[in-house]
Nanobody, 124 residues
Framework: QVQLVESGGGLVQAGGSLTLSCAAS????????MGWFRQAPGKEREFVAA????????KYADSVKERFTISRDSAKNTAYLQMNNLKPEDTAVYYC?????????????????WGQGTQVTVSS
């Protein structure tokens, strides 16, 4: 079992920045692909970003490319999502996830563990 706890959400004005953190505990963090997803009210959960188990590969949704950066610190068992130039349409609950597959890393079914989510609200 892996437990994931997100933090760092909040209210920010458009154009601002936030950094989300995802602290992992339980089984070793090193072997997992880590992902970030988000879900806005009335919408399905959508992929935001993923990073491979060794940190060597990343992928992003087109809507966040050039604005968001995913990273991980295996020594701290923590994954991060740096979000810059935030837009009102980025408003959602952001979820951290952990899984084993890289090809499946852009879909929710590719992940075995999920955090409880953290709210990000971007005002215009």
């Amino acid at each position: 079992q892996v437990q994931l706890v997100e933090s760092g959400g909040g209210l920010v004005q458009a154009g601002g920045s936030l950094t989300l953190s995802c602290a992992a505990s339980g089984r070793t963090f090193i072997g997992y692909t880590m992902g970030w997803f988000r879900q806005a009210p009335g919408k399905e959960r959508e992929f935001v970003a993923a990073i491979s188990s060794n940190g060597g590969r990343t992928k992003y949704a087109d809507s966040v490319k050039e604005r968001f950066t995913i990273s991980r610190d295996s020594a701290k068992n923590t994954a991060y999502l740096q979000m810059n130039n935030l837009k009102p349409e980025d408003t959602a609950v952001y979820y951290c996830s952990a899984g084993f597959g890289w090809p499946e890393s852009a879909v929710p079914t590719g992940y075995d563990y999920w955090g409880q989510g953290t709210q990000v609200t971007v005002s215009s």
